[in-house]
């Protein structure tokens, strides 16, 4: 009874806090549309048939007149019936692949779990049609002509990020790009598909020596144990996503502008930029080649000026 009148309490503030949220951005931010959405993502460069992988923060864009679903609306504009969206819908417990591990009853399942990557995922996992993988930590929804190949295979894919994840399949599709809507060169999950496909041969150890085995649920209701190998803590604190790397996120955005692979512009109130996931992996793989990865320190960076060869 208690726990039920908590449970509600924090719903309620829940709410209360979403709705002041956006009627501050409503008063302070530029408001923009459906239609100036798209019309701003093919001035930026995405196009028909397009498969997007999209990192987003929806409050970056100004106000956007009908929420999260417009942009999800706009985005489908953009690439119109033969493309295809690709969104982070994880679910992690604890907050670290770590945490989630330590977890023993947990037990993915699409139909209760939801997700901690935002309104734009939010929003596309609540809309029609679309498709979701199995997989205890990180989950995508898609949305589109690949969408069923992208998510089918993940709860059997041997690592996260690896051969069978929407990641691999992903870099295999025509026209797929990364587009990142008002976010940096930071939270980018691509970057994890690099360290799979090379295992041991990535310069930086970056996972710890355990596999540990994660229960899911699918919607027949059919139990899976699906492998989730943790990053090591150390080295993931030096990680482009912290806080404390502003080096590497800038090394990182000069270095793929320097390259060519980035192209920048502005969506909505937003600066967002794609880069093609082919261009991406294998300018990755040349990085890693001269010890450049997600993880460098300052000496490695000095070590290869931006744009060498
Ligand atoms: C963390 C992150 C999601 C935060 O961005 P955000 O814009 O604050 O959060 P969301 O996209 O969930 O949008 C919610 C915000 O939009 C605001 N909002 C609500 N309605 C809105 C509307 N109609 N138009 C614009 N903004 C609106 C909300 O008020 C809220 O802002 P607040 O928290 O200041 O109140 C973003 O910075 C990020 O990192 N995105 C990438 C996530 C990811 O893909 N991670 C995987 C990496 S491995």
Redesign the pocket.
Known sequence: MLEQARRAARAALGAWR?AA??R??RHN?PHVTRAGLAADLARLGIAPGDTLFV??????????EG?ALAVIAALQDAVGPQGTLLL?A?YLPGGTLRAACAMPDYVFDPRRHGTH????PEALLASAGVRRSLHPTHSVCAWGRHAADLTEAHHRAPSIFGMGSPWQRFIGCEQAKVLGL??SMG???FYHALEDAMGDAFPVPVWEDRTALLACRDHAGRRWEVPVRPFDQAVARRRI?HPGRGDLRDYFHREFDAAGLRVNGQVGDAAAWWIPAQGFYDHLRQLASNNVTIYASAAQLAARPIGQA
Do not use: F
Not at 55 to 64: A, C, E
Not at 117 to 120: A, D, E, S, T
């Open positions: 979403r949220g956006a501050h951005v931010a990192h987003s923060s929806l409050k970056s864009l100004g106000y956007v929420g982070p994880y990557m935002g309104r734009l008002g976010i939270p980018v999950t996503d």
